[in-house]
């Protein structure tokens, strides 16, 4: 069965939005400065070692390269980050922005590992290893004379990160992952050919599993591990019938690995309307578990209870944990149902569950159509996942802290290899991801930014510049000889501050709304035409289901942070060598009202009290005793903010 809407191709859209733009060039930059040898290093000496090589041979095999530092590439996690990085190149490498350097620069890099991984995969040829690929680190004897030893850890239930297992499932998902990207994103068909091999190896060791073992198994993060599987069993099963003869003839045990890392338990959990049921759980392991479940009904559309899941799970991440940013966690776990400004610390909002989440979200639209999904991602791209770097190194956070008075964190190049990282790499190679999506008969606009989606019957222009004014300016062109033939639906954000309006060729138009959008039907389209369409803006308030008095502010779809200095912008090592802010900029959140009667009237009256400065996204707070200015979250990688504020009178 069809999906409702799909999303318009990463290869059709090119964003033209400047700070996007820059956005993705650094990151391609820094993708680029990484050693691939590095990166491989783990990778090549399992293999050697799987092969029997004594030291000098796995020297040999690595190039005399060592694997990255920082205590995750160089731990029982190495190679997650390899992962990541295929799945970031084969985006990149589509991408219609990239110069024709940057283009060669990307494609030769994603073969070069691809053509080295395949040699891995030759070299464990016939062995017990056949098809597996792993990076992570030989800590002791033991390890080496077991390359698979963190797996059979793992089914034992030993999970110590330094001596026994540090999530290899995890690490796993990361690199099927990587592999199904290349192929259905890059078209790599080699790509496939080390994916079903890999899926093999990994069907194989599932098959291999008791009742029992799988229990234990699925207690020990395994990341998406049903979401790669089912997405390669789908992969073959669309080439088996489109009739290519690139699937794979075992390709159906792809399906039955997949099922064998779906937590029934955990997904009937969801559905009892139980309180509480996410309270101390590491919301990373678990938002790809249900990511997962989605999976299941995108591969079998009979199956609707996994769909059920899936929304359930949503719902209750998005009603009961997450704030204004679209953000959840606190220290990678999510707390008490409606628990947020309690839980307000250095350490919210982690990289990979907004990554995630925003992933489900517009995963959840192509199959629903429910506006709702499109709502959150607006809010979270703009507001959790652009924020997420530091626009002149193009490095990313791990954390975003909900506290007031802290800065961002951000990793460097090639000493934190942290999963947020690795998420970085994937989040700021596909910015054009969920702007369009499209069926046969519409055409969806989803998100609004300077972006142009072309396909060979038609280019739509997208252009506007928040900043500067509410108009978006769409420009649809239908190609020489062809008329537009789908109609237009517009997203009415969330944020609207007054009635969305358009127009088309300079004359009002009065549309029709349906379900959250408006709707300009082909017969105006087809010959192609320019709509203009207002969105009027303004402040916005935002306040926490235990925290009656704390307030966020947005304009528009931007979050407003207030801008708190230098002056106390510390770090120091939290986890497994992950680096945090540690001192606050302000004394206290709390904000004394000096020009109302209450916090509600300040809160009605906000217009008067938080003032836009003209042609700039700088907003200065009135009447209150802190004199706070405030700009868009996004921007604010370079000091101290503040999100959230206790207002009283
Ligand atoms: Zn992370």
């Keep these: ?108 890099r994603l073969t070069y590992i691809l053509v080295a991984l395949k040699q891995c995969q030759e070299l464990v040829k016939g062995t017990e290893g056949e098809g597996f690929l792993f990076g992570a680190s030989f800590p002791s004897k033991e390890f080496r004379d077991n390359p698979f030893l963190q797996f059979d850890n793992v089914e034992h239930g030993l999970q110590e990160l330094f001596t026994q297992a540090w999530v290899p499932w995890y690490t796993m998902h990361k690199i099927l992952t990587g592999l199904n990207a290349s192929f259905k994103i890059a078209g790599d068909s080699l790509a496939l050919e080390i994916a079903n091999d890999l899926g093999i190896w990994i069907a194989k060791r599932t098959e291999s599993w008791s009742e029992e073992t799988n229990k234990v198994v699925l207690s020990i993060e395994y990341g998406g591990m049903n979401d790669c599987l089912y997405e390669l069993y789908q992969i073959n099963r669309d080439l088996k019938e489109s009739g290519s003869e690139l699937f794979h003839p075992e390709y159906e045990r792809f399906a039955k690995a ?16 139980e309180k509480n049921i996410f309270n101390n759980v590491h919301a990373n392991t678990t938002i790809p578990k249900f ?51 309690a839980e307000r610390t250095n ?197 926490l289901q235990d925290g009656e008095n704390t307030y966020a502010f947005m304009y528009g779809p931007y979050v407003l942070s207030a801008r708190l200095g230098t002056a106390k912008m510390m770090t120091k090592s939290h986890g497994v060598a992950v680096s945090v802010a540690c001192e606050k900029a302000v004394d206290s959140d709390e904000v004394v009202i000096e020009s109302e009667k209450s916090v509600e009237d300040f809160v009605a009256n906000i217009s008067d009290h938080l003032i836009k400065r003209d042609g700039e996204m700088e907003f200065d707070l009135t009447g209150t005793d802190k004199k706070l200015v405030f700009t868009t979250h996004y921007n604010q990688y370079k000091e101290s903010y503040g999100i959230y504020w206790k207002f009283r009178v």
Excluded at 18 to 47: C, I, Q, S
Excluded at 262 to 271: A, H, I, P, Q, R
Excluded at 315 to 320: E, L, N, Q, S
Excluded at 399 to 405: E, H, L, R, V
Aim: proline residues 2%.
């Design 258 to 273: 997949a099922h064998r890392f779906d937590d029934e338990t955990l997904f009937e959990k969801v559905l009892s309307g």
């Design 347 to 543: 350490v919210n909002n982690e990289t990979c569950n907004t990554h995630n989440m925003l992933k489900f979200a517009r995963r959840l639209y192509e199959q629903t159509g429910k506006k709702k999904y499109l709502d959150y991602a607006d809010r979270t791209f703009v507001n959790a996942i652009m924020p997420s770097q530091d626009h002149e190194t193009g490095f990313t956070t791990y954390f975003q802290a909900m506290a007031t008075g802290y800065q961002k964190v951000f990793n460097n190049l090639d000493g934190n290899f942290w999963c947020c990282t690795g998420t970085g790499y994937e989040n700021f190679t596909k910015l054009q991801d969920g702007v369009f999506f499209e069926d046969k008969d519409k055409l969806i606009v989803a998100l609004y930014m300077a972006a142009e989606l072309k396909t060979e019957c038609y280019l739509v222009a997208m252009d506007c510049d928040f900043a500067a004014s509410d108009e978006v300016k769409i420009l649809v062109t239908p190609a020489e000889g062809k008329s537009f033939t789908k109609d237009l639906y517009l997203v009415i954000p969330t944020w609207l501050k007054g009635e969305m309006t358009a127009s088309i060729n300079g004359k009002e138009y009065v549309a029709t709304e349906k379900d959250g959008f408006i709707v300009i039907p082909k017969s105006e389209l087809s010959g192609g035409c320019e709509i203009k369409v207002k969105l009027p803006m303004g402040i916005t308030c935002h306040n």
């Design 1 to 108: 069965m069809e999906k409702m809407y799909y999303a318009s191709k990463l290869a059709n859209v090119s964003v033209k939005d400047r700070y996007l733009d820059e956005a993705f060039h650094l990151e391609v930059k820094n993708l680029l400065l990484l050693d691939p040898d590095r990166l491989l290093a783990g990778f090549r000496e399992t293999a050697g070692l799987i092969k029997g090589l004594d030291d000098d041979g796995c020297i040999a095999l690595m190039k005399g390269k060592k694997r990255y530092g920082g205590m995750w590439e160089d731990g029982l996690i190495g190679g997650h980050t390899l992962g990541h990085y295929v799945t970031a190149l084969a985006q990149a490498v589509v991408n219609p922005v990239l110069s024709d350097s940057e283009k060669k620069d990307v494609s030769d």
């Design 291 to 341: 990511i997962g479940a989605l999976a299941r009904y995108e591969t079998f559309h009979e199956e609707t209870r996994y769909l059920d899941y899936a929304e359930a799970f949503f719902d209750i991440v998005i009603g009961k944990h997450t704030y204004v940013t679209g953000g959840n966690s606190e220290n990678e776990h999510f707390g008490e149902d409606d628990i947020l400004d």
